[in-house]
């Protein structure tokens, strides 16, 4: 593979398209068994800092609801789960 930026350099969106080309390649079936592994693991580190910075974002948003008489009510919103599974 080619020399990569560590997971936490990458930002949000970088992340989620290098998962995406990471699934589609093993999906495709057409790589090496040891590059097969690498992708995998790349791919599983990437999905855990993605699952860990959403479930943060998630914690610090809150939905902005409009009471009855006008007033702002802020509602916590649930976290993303964090399960570590990788599936295709």
């Known amino acids: 593979m080619a020399e990569q930026k560590k997971v936490e ?4 969106k ?8 990471i699934i ?3 999906e495709s ?6 590059e097969s592994l690498e992708s995998y693991t790349r791919g599983v580190e ?19 609801l409009q009471d009855v008489d006008g007033t702002d009510t ?9 399960d570590d599974k990788l599936s295709f």
């Open 74 to 82: 802020l509602v916590p919103a649930d976290a993303a789960s964090t």
């Open 14 to 21: 970088e992340a989620s398209q290098e998962l995406e080309r």
């Open 9 to 12: 350099e990458l930002t949000y």
């Open 46 to 64: 990437l999905l855990k800092s993605l699952r860990g910075r959403l479930s943060e974002a998630e914690q610090r948003v809150s939905i902005l």
């Open 29 to 34: 079936g057409d790589m090496e068994l040891e």
């Open 24 to 26: 589609r390649s093993l």
